[in-house]
């Protein structure tokens, strides 16, 4: 298995607050993803990194942004949650073709 | 709009069996397919892939399809097997430069019968 992490693995937080899920990586790949996975919808791509502070937008972008500032890590910020990002999250690599996924971050925004 | 369709929710096959997953696409400037397996609780794990310079790639029990003039891939599973119920999800990408950006269906739940 790819070496992927997430944290939290389960978060609660309220509307209105800020939220930081972070996505780490031991396989020393270059891409870095975002996505969340809603019924009916699969999984949608957030935003996407390809290198150390280049990152741009994917499907899905309004009310997250995101920072890559070393080779391994990759922050998703919810600055101000609502119900509609209660979600759960996924973080992947890749350095070709294929991407491999995190464990996921389920967030309840109440 | 739906780029990536699974129509099936869900599927339900016999064990020892062939299972065939269906999903379709819109997109003709897709060049390159994926098929993920998931578990509950788990994230999606590869499973197998295909370029559409191909129109079938095996692997073991996994054998993928692609039908470019119908945009339509298929992924069948045989002999089916109970490891095999989770849900899987096609995905989809454009030729790009560098970050590979996937569509993906909306799944469809396998559930293998003993």
């Known amino acids: 298995d790819a070496g992927i992490t997430q944290s939290p693995r389960h978060k609660v937080t309220e509307t209105g607050t800020p939220v930081t899920l972070r996505c780490h990586q031991t396989e020393n790949h270059r891409y870095m993803y975002w996505y969340r996975q809603d019924p009916g919808h699969g999984l949608r791509l957030i935003h996407y990194?390809?290198?150390?502070?280049?990152?741009d937008k994917g499907e899905v972008s309004d009310g997250y942004s995101v920072s890559r500032s070393k080779t391994e890590d990759f922050l998703l910020t919810l600055e101000s949650a609502t119900s509609s990002q209660t979600s759960v999250y996924f973080c992947a690599i890749s350095d070709v073709y294929e991407q491999y996924f995190g464990p996921g971050t389920r967030l309840t925004v109440t | 709009d739906q780029q990536v369709k699974q129509n099936s929710p869900s599927l339900s096959v016999q064990e020892g069996r062939i299972s065939i997953l269906n999903c379709d696409y819109t997109?003709?400037?897709?060049?390159?397919f994926l098929w993920y397996k998931k578990y509950p609780a788990e994230g999606p794990t590869f499973l197998i892939s295909?370029?559409?310079?191909?129109d079938k790639n095996e692997d073991g029990r996994f054998t993928v399809f692609l039908n470019k003039s119908a945009k339509h891939l298929s992924l069948h599973i045989v002999p089916s097997q109970p490891g095999d119920s989770a849900v899987y999800f096609c995905?989809?990408?454009?030729?790009?430069?560098?970050?590979?950006?996937?569509?993906f269906g909306q799944g469809t739940r396998l559930t293998i019968n003993p």
């Open positions: 997109n003709s400037m897709f060049d390159y």
């Open positions: 295909i370029s559409s310079i191909k």
């Open positions: 995905a989809a990408s454009a030729p790009g430069q560098g970050a590979q950006k996937l569509v």
């Open positions: 990194s390809y290198g150390v502070k280049d990152t």
